[in-house]
């Protein structure tokens, strides 16, 4: 099964990227302290960042 960075949408190596499980069950991945960071800490979208795969408007 291949992961997915849950804000970037990019494919993570076995082996590499971080896994956070909030509270209430919900599981995230990332792929690197920037995703992880943009995502909690400072709650942005990824729709929003240009370049996260998500944000690419076609």
Known sequence: ME???SFCN???EPGRG???VKRDGT?????SSKCERNMLK???KPR???W???GVRR
Do not use: D, G, N
């Not at 599981?27 to 792929?31: D, K, Q």
């Open 3 to 5: 992961r997915r960075c």
């Open 10 to 12: 990019l494919p993570i």
């Open 18 to 20: 971080k896994m956070f």
């Open 27 to 31: 599981v995230f991945y990332f792929c």
């Open 42 to 44: 400072l709650r942005r």
């Open 48 to 50: 929003k960042v240009r």
């Open 52 to 54: 996260a795969a998500k």
